[in-house]
């Protein structure tokens, strides 16, 4: 009879305790995911209130810059076909530039994006970071520059 210590000895089994690890490591993937859903849905909500408090406000305004963003999306069909779809998504920014030179960059939709030039001066609507509108100002430049397109 040996005096030595076994690995069961102390309650660990090498089979049992990769599945112990395993399942810590599962719930923590779980709790992890669960968690970041549970920031974006209250980072979003009070976005949406702080917008919805904010004033609705209309100030002389010139475009500067616009950009999209485009998302793409690969879906698998798990029906054992093999077959896949990709979808495609588009998000229109437009940046601001009003009387102070501060810049604000605010989502618009595709059609009133394709609606905007850069340079267009006018009076931009906005409420927090919500894009409310922009109405384009025609001064004797901007009838030329339109008149040569």
């Not at 076994?6 to 779980?30: A, E, H, P, Q, Y």
């Amino acid at each position: 009879m040996g005096m030595g210590f076994g690995f069961n000895d102390f309650g660990f089994s090498g089979f049992s305790t990769g599945f112990n690890i395993m399942g810590i490591f599962v719930t923590l993937i779980f709790v992890v995911v669960i968690g970041m859903f549970i920031v974006i849905a209250v980072k979003g909500i009070s976005q949406w209130n702080k917008n919805n408090h904010s004033p609705r406000l209309t100030v002389p305004a010139t475009i500067v810059a616009k950009r999209t963003n485009v998302s793409h999306h690969h879906h698998h069909n798990h029906g054992g076909t093999g077959m896949h779809h990709t979808t495609h998504s588009t998000t229109y920014y437009v940046t601001f530039q009003v009387e102070s030179g501060d810049r604000m960059e605010l989502h618009v939709a595709g059609h009133e994006f394709g609606m905007l030039i850069e340079g267009d001066r006018g009076m931009l609507t906005f409420q927090g970071t919500r894009y409310l509108g922009f109405e384009r100002k025609l001064d004797a430049y901007d009838s030329e520059r339109y008149q040569d397109q």
